[in-house]
């Protein structure tokens, strides 16, 4: 069983900074390739962007592209979500996930974020 615990949520400003943690538990999570996705009220969960088990390849949803940013400390058993220029839209539910090398796939709780206009 692997635990994922999201951290670093809460309200800014449209135009502003906030960024997100995801502690994964697990001694292989080196290998671990790591997602953010998101869910709005009324609308279904998306992907925002993940990055894989090196760290060396992220990808992003065009929504987000060029504002927010993936990064992974397998030191720390950490990956991070960097959000920039945020807009009202960017407002959701910000879940991590992490899959394993067999596949196995495990969702934190989610962090609200919120952005005020």
């Known amino acids: 069983q692997v635990q994922v615990v999201e951290s670093g949520g809460g309200v800014v400003q449209a135009g502003g900074s906030l960024g997100l943690s995801c502690a994964a538990s697990g001694r292989t999570f080196g290998r671990y390739d790591m997602g953010w996705y998101r869910q709005a009220p009324g609308k279904e969960r998306e992907f925002v962007g993940s990055i894989n088990w090196s760290g060396g390849t992220t990808s992003y949803a065009d929504s987000v592209k060029g504002r927010f940013s993936i990064s992974k400390d397998n030191a720390k058993n950490t990956v991070y979500l960097q959000m920039n220029s945020l807009k009202p839209e960017d407002t959701a539910i910000y879940y991590c996930?992490?899959?394993?090398?067999?596949?196995?796939?495990?969702w934190g709780q989610g962090t609200q974020v919120t952005v005020s206009p």
């Open positions: 996930r992490a899959r394993l090398t067999d596949f196995r796939v495990y």
